[in-house]
């Protein structure tokens, strides 16, 4: 039989198998790169390191953290940490707090489609800062992730997500997913053979929208990590988990046929008490979307131009549908 480890390499290989892959070939326009509007809540809190309050926007531009700071207690502030589930981005430079009745408003460059080549279906992911919690309540001290365990249960801060087309015309997900919610970013992947940090985790593909956080309890950090499949975690958004009217409302792209969003908000939730914090938001890579279209003589559709493509011509040459003669 094989051992837990085995078993978790599997999965872990199985999901990445199940994935096109491209890379990390992601850049700035792959994420928000403005900030509509900040409205900051009360509660927003500071840095408890350097004093500075978390109240700047820009923050939640570009990419997620790879790397944040000890924290002062078990790893000195001048330390590079690598960001794990049960380690997040906490400093006033990586993240902005919402705050209570706050809001957060982002826009990118591009329009962000529905597309059904993204992975599991996911459009976009927020990233946030919750926190797998571990067992005993180990706190994270920069060493080895298969040292650690963690529990089914998460730390988050959820705040409620919006999305338009214009910045004037709003359509919720008001039965969520949420923002600030599982799963927490992780940077890189772990190679446990020669217990080293390995490759840097992808942003712009999502964590398996069926995976929780109690599905991880009782794996260790890394097998956590592994799950993740090649993902660097947040949580992911399928523009059909709209409310149906609000999707029927959105418009349709005429370049891709698909409908599409290209703000998104993320507002406290008056009924939570807690105050949401955000770190980036990326727009999920597939084949065929803006920055990987079909090249020609894709004929079907995998973004790759092979034998295969000619397989199918050869197949249906000559082939006619009207006006044949």
């Known amino acids: 039989m094989f051992g837990r480890k085995r078993q978790i390499a599997v999965l872990a290989a199985f999901l990445s198998l199940t994935m096109s892959s491209f890379g990390l070939d992601y850049g700035m326009n792959d994420f928000a790169v403005e900030v509509v509007e900040y409205v900051e809540g009360s509660g927003v809190g500071n840095d408890w390191i350097s004093g500075e309050p978390y109240n700047d926007a820009n923050t939640a531009l570009g990419r997620p953290t790879l790397e944040t700071t000890g924290d002062g207690w078990l790893i000195p502030v001048e330390a590079n940490v690598p960001v794990v589930p049960i380690y997040q981005p906490f400093r006033a430079f990586e993240v902005v707090t919402v705050g209570n009745s706050g809001r957060l408003t982002l826009k990118f460059n591009h329009r962000v489609d529905d597309d059904e080549n993204n992975h599991y279906g996911i459009d976009f992911i927020i990233f946030g800062d919750p926190i797998q919690l571990t067992s005993g309540g180990l706190m994270w001290d920069n060493s080895n992730p298969e040292d650690f365990t ?35 970013t992780a940077s890189y992947d772990w190679d446990d053979v020669n217990d080293v940090w390995a490759q840097e985790l992808d942003p712009t593909r999502p964590v398996d929208p069926n995976l929780t956080a109690s599905d991880v309890d009782g794996m260790t950090v890394a097998e956590m990590i592994s799950v993740y499949g090649g993902s660097a975690g947040g949580t992911g958004f399928d523009l059909r988990w709209l409310d149906p009217n609000d999707y029927q409302a959105l418009a349709v792209n005429p370049n891709s046929g698909r409908k599409w969003i290209q703000y998104v908000r993320i507002e406290d939730d008056p009924a939570s008490g807690v105050t949401t914090e955000i770190d980036a938001v990326s727009d999920v890579s597939c084949c065929g979307d803006y920055k990987h279209p079909y090249p020609v003589g894709d004929i079907n559709k995998d973004c790759r131009v092979n034998m295969i493509d000619f397989a199918v011509m050869a197949a249906h040459w000559l082939d006619c549908t009207w006006n044949c003669r």
């Open 150 to 184: 963690v529990v089914g249960n998460i730390l988050a801060e959820p705040g409620i997500v919006a999305v338009s087309q214009n910045g004037n015309d709003w359509y919720y997900f008001s039965s969520g997913p949420y923002a600030d919610d599982f799963a927490p």
